[in-house]
T-cell receptor
Framework: DQQVKQNSPSLSVQEGRISILNCDYTNSMFDYFLWYKKYPAEGPTFLISISSIKDKNEDGRFTVFLNKSAKHLSLHIVPSQPGDSAVYFCAARGIQGAQKLVFGQGTRLTINP | DAGVIQSPRHEVTEMGQEVTLRCKPISGHNSLFWYRQTMMRGLELLIYFNNNVPIDDSGMPEDRFSAKMPNASFSTLKIQPSEPRDSAVYFC?????????????FGDGTRLSIL
């Protein structure tokens, strides 16, 4: 049972345009959500997070939106740059205080010049 | 500051052999996590420690896998005996466990190949 799903294995975007990566979850007890970025042969790098009490969090070019009623979150990257080409994972954490993260399968983002 | 350090980066060994993966968490972090990444199952949590104590080992696939954290700056994941299906990338991550939301920080992983 996959509790966190990233339905798009890949996404291709033109440099300078907006990249939108999507993530759906099934467990309404998740209260903290994160996005990680991963380059080949490296570990995932933390990008941005959002608590379930918020619906938006912004950090520079990166914005995460959370729609609790739809159990959906998205990551917006504006403007997209070639260095953003990587695999992006969304992750969710269960009850407050527990440290266990559940990861989606990842979306490979390619930024074309 | 140094990030999470894992060793070795690559390990190739024959089935039946013992494999030991090592991890040094970020100094000051008190939670440590072992993950495994495969094509079929993605990134899955194997076990995590809080203040050197194992909290949740429900992701450990079977008794051939064991993990220890003898002190705050070192952890090992051991597979004995190893099997070809254990081939994967194993990541270690650490975080500061507090009442605030804290992200986990990952090492660069150990790519394990069991022949």
């Amino acid at each position: 049972d996959q509790q966190v799903k990233q339905n798009s294995p890949s996404l291709s975007v033109q440099e300078g345009r907006i990249s939108i990566l999507n993530c759906d979850y099934t467990n309404s007890m998740f209260d903290y959500f994160l996005w990680y970025k991963k380059y080949p042969a490296e570990g995932p790098t933390f990008l941005i997070s959002i608590s379930s009490i918020k619906d938006k969090n912004e950090d520079g070019r990166f914005t995460v939106f959370l729609n609790k009623s739809a159990k959906h979150l998205s990551l917006h990257i504006v403007p997209s740059q070639p260095g953003d080409s990587a695999v992006y994972f969304c992750a969710a954490r269960g009850i407050q205080g527990a440290q266990k993260l559940v990861f989606g399968q990842g979306t490979r983002l390619t930024i074309n010049p | 500051d140094a990030g999470v350090i894992q060793s070795p980066r690559h390990e190739v060994t024959e089935m039946g052999q013992e494999v030991t993966l090592r991890c040094k968490p970020i100094s000051g972090h008190n939670s440590l996590f072992w993950y495994r990444q495969t094509m079929m199952r993605g990134l899955e949590l194997l076990i995590y420690f809080n203040n050197n104590v194992p909290i949740d080992d429900s992701g450990m696939p079977e008794d051939r896998f064991s993990a220890k954290m003898p002190n705050a700056s070192f952890s090992t994941l051991k597979i004995q005996p190893s099997e070809p299906r254990d081939s994967a990338v194993y990541f270690c991550a650490s975080s500061w466990d507090s009442s605030r939301n804290q992200p986990q920080h990952f090492g660069d992983g150990t790519r394990l190949s069991i022949l």
